[in-house]
């Protein structure tokens, strides 16, 4: 169901992400984030000049390599739209991401190394974002990764899943995780099973 119908208005700013997920031939995982904002309306920028309409004021791009472990390998941050000539030199600080592990404290982990001026607003945003993707990514059947061996979309038995209770469908009373994790399932089987 798409969004009820909107008071009139005039569209002025356009935010866009893409990220993608990809299984490397090494065996790594590359997950790749892209933001860009544009205006509808020119401006003038100190640093630039004018702004046309659909020009990206900001345009900036983050390259995550992981392990199996979810560990991060290498990061490379770019910046080629901003607008401030200063933006492009936050860029090197990325590489305090290299060794953090995706997962619990995640958020936190990017704060305590990216927080204030050591980072950039929009690329840091954009790097909490990207840690679902490395999910979603790791998640791809063995069919599409090649991988034969254990993968984190494994499930070994008595491990607790890093999914439960990480949103409303996995909670752990709830008919997912009945169905899907039933080791794990904490509700009531009377009412999962109606």
């Not at 798409?2 to 031939?25: D, Q």
């Not at 984030?33 to 544009?38: E, K, V």
């Not at 490395?134 to 899943?161: E, F």
Request: hydrophobic share 35%; charged share 25%; aromatic share 8%.
């Amino acid at each position: 169901m798409p969004l009820s119908e909107p008071a009139p208005r005039k569209h002025l700013h356009t935010r866009r992400y893409e990220m993608r997920g990809f299984i490397r031939e090494d065996g790594l995982w590359d997950i790749e984030g892209h933001i860009t904002d544009t205006k509808t309306y020119s401006f003038e920028n100190d640093y630039r000049g004018t702004m046309e309409p659909g020009d990206a004021i900001h345009d900036m791009s983050i390259r995550l390599t992981i392990d199996d472990d979810f560990v991060i390998q290498a990061v490379e941050a770019v910046t080629d739209g901003s607008p401030y000539a200063v933006c492009p030199a936050v860029a090197p600080n990325f590489q305090r991401m290299v060794g953090v592990k995706i997962g619990p404290g995640w958020r936190k982990a990017i704060r305590d190394r990216l927080g204030g001026v050591h980072g950039c607003t929009h690329m840091v945003e954009m790097l909490g974002a990207m840690a679902t993707v490395a999910y979603q990514t790791a998640y791809s059947s063995r069919t599409q990764t090649g991988k034969t061996g254990g993968t984190p979309v494994d499930t070994k038995p008595g491990v607790r899943p890093r999914l439960l209770n990480s949103c409303h469908a996995y909670r752990t009373d709830g008919p997912v995780v009945a169905k899907q994790f039933p080791a794990f399932f904490t509700g009531d089987e009377a009412s999962e099973a109606g």
